[in-house]
């Protein structure tokens, strides 16, 4: 291996779609920019073992879904046929595009890879480990987080998998535990039970998706019941042993069965940022309580050339708020006036149906005690969504009562994901309600229920009777 010795405008350390965002954006604007990631080619967990294999594989549980449920309308497929390897590797072949693509586009733009373990030296010098040094006027912190595990219980078994070896897809376990109501335990648990595994999941909180409001939850909480072996709430793992036959899990709570045995159990119980073993302390970086870098709006640290954006500078830990605040990063290092002001994030859940939501949330305008007016439209006066065979839906929009302002978008059901950018547009346009209901939505899509929603403001939704007076 080489001795390293550089020289950068901007390193990045972590090459996710928060690192490369901001590595590509600082050579855009001409700065000599190195990109240091101890994999080869960038991507991070979001292209390697997050977003990307995640979704491709919920693809192949939505089509699954499809075939199931055309049955209701005359269309029998017959039972499927699963090849698991040839999935994997339709998987793995997506990842490796996808990787090999940002790799080349990397090289075009002129940023210098480097791989390998980073770790400061100074505030303007970086070891990558086993491979020199950089020195550098400015540094962006995106290393991203990690999987946890239960804490208190840690037990070494190919049968404990977390959200990366569930991707892997090795075989398809009979029966599967997801520890963990979140989007994640819920995706990895859509897929499974697509492919045949008698999937349970538990949850510590009384709900699945803990922060999310509950009319949301609800549709989605209904079909996995159905799709699900068991969903139970306020409940947790307490123990964990490896029998014969799989994991023997111990449970407390609400849970009826105190012990039962699985082929195989995924922990998602949540992500820890990677903050340790950087150095950090020796470059006066201030790392909060819960392990996030702290950053003022211009993703700066304490240490004024040095950055942090991502899963390690705070929540929410999501490819897209990654990738922006590395935009807003390397912008600033450049010399412009830019800063995340972003008013909304979205949230996507890739379950079946779909949830997401921007801006405000029920429960944080609950929470702030702040007065909103709540528009819904159910899909089952949509008409696009009675075509789909999906009418479990709803579209609200939470707007300030008095400026008639749209301060947020909640949306649950099939293509919620899609159909939340508009959401998204109309919070930081400052839209308001008439300029979404008089706003032509082409018919007949979903997207109509967006209209629709923003019309029931003014009590009048065209395909919903309210009596006058
Ligand atoms: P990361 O993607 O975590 O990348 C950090 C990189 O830094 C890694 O490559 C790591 O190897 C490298 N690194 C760390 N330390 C060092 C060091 N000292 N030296 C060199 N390199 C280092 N988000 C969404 O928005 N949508 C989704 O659908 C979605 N699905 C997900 C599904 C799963 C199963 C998981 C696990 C996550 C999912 N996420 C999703 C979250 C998303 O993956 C993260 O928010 C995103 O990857 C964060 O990007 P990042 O750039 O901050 O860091």
């Not at 928060?18 to 240091?36: E, N, Q």
Request: glycine residues 12%; hydrophobic residues 40%; aromatic residues 6%.
């Amino acid at each position: 291996m080489s001795e390293l010795s550089k020289e950068a405008d901007v390193v990045v350390i972590g090459a996710g779609p928060g690192g490369y965002a901001a590595a590509f954006h600082a050579a855009d604007h001409g700065l000599k920019t190195v990109l240091v990631d101890e994999r080869e080619a960038p991507g991070g967990v979001c292209l390697y073992v997050g977003c990307i294999p995640s979704k491709a594989l919920l693809h192949v549980a939505e089509l699954l879904n499809e075939a199931e449920h055309a049955k209701e309308f005359g269309i029998d497929f017959g039972k499927p046929k699963i090849d698991v390897d040839r999935i994997r590797q339709w998987k793995d072949d997506v990842v490796k595009k996808l990787t090999g693509g940002v790799s080349q586009i990397a090289k075009l733009r002129g940023v210098d890879s480097v791989q390998g373990r980073a770790v400061f030296e100074d505030a303007n010098t970086l070891r990558v480990e086993g491979n020199g040094s950089i020195r550098f006027k400015n540094a962006i912190i995106a290393t991203g987080s990690r999987n946890m595990a239960i804490p208190g219980i840690e037990l070494k078994s190919d049968r404990v998998i977390n959200s990366t070896g569930g991707l892997e897809l090795k075989e398809v376990p009979e029966t599967l535990l997801v520890v963990g109501g979140g989007y994640i335990g819920l995706e990895m648990g859509t897929v499974y039970a697509a492919l045949g595994s008698k999937v349970s999941v538990v949850e510590l909180t009384d709900g699945l998706l803990p922060g999310c409001d509950r009319d949301l939850v609800r549709p989605l909480e209904k079909r996995v019941r159905k799709s699900f072996q068991g969903v139970h709430l306020n409940s947790k793992v307490v123990g964990m042993k490896e029998v014969k036959k799989g994991i023997e899990v111990e449970f407390e709570g609400e849970i009826e069965t105190k012990k039962a045995v699985f082929d195989q159990v995924l922990v998602a119980v949540g992500r820890r940022p990677n903050s340790e073993n950087l150095g950090l302390d020796k470059i006066g970086v201030e790392v909060d309580g819960s392990g996030f870098v702290v950053i003022d709006e211009k993703c700066r640290t304490a240490q004024p050339n040095i950055y942090a954006i991502g899963d390690v500078a705070g929540q929410p830990m999501l490819a897209h708020k990654a990738s922006r605040e590395g935009k807003v990063a390397a912008e600033v290092i450049a010399g412009r006036a830019a800063a995340f002001d972003n008013l909304a994030i979205p949230a996507v859940v890739f379950t079946d149906p779909e949830i997401a939501w921007c801006g405000l949330t029920e429960n944080e305008a609950k929470a702030e005690g702040k007065e909103v007016k709540v528009a819904r439209f159910p899909w089952a006066a949509s008409g696009r969504a009675l075509t789909l065979d999906r009418t479990e839906g709803l579209t609200k929009i939470l707007f300030d009562p008095e400026s008639e302002r749209v301060l947020g978008v909640g949306i649950v059901g099939p293509g919620a994901g899609e159909l939340i950018a508009e959401g998204v547009l109309a919070v930081e346009m400052a839209a308001v309600a008439e300029d979404l209901a008089a706003t032509i939505h082409a018919h007949p899509t979903l997207s109509e229920t967006v209209m629709e929603a923003a019309e029931s403001f003014y009590g009048h939704a065209t395909h919903i009777y309210r009596k006058r007076g």
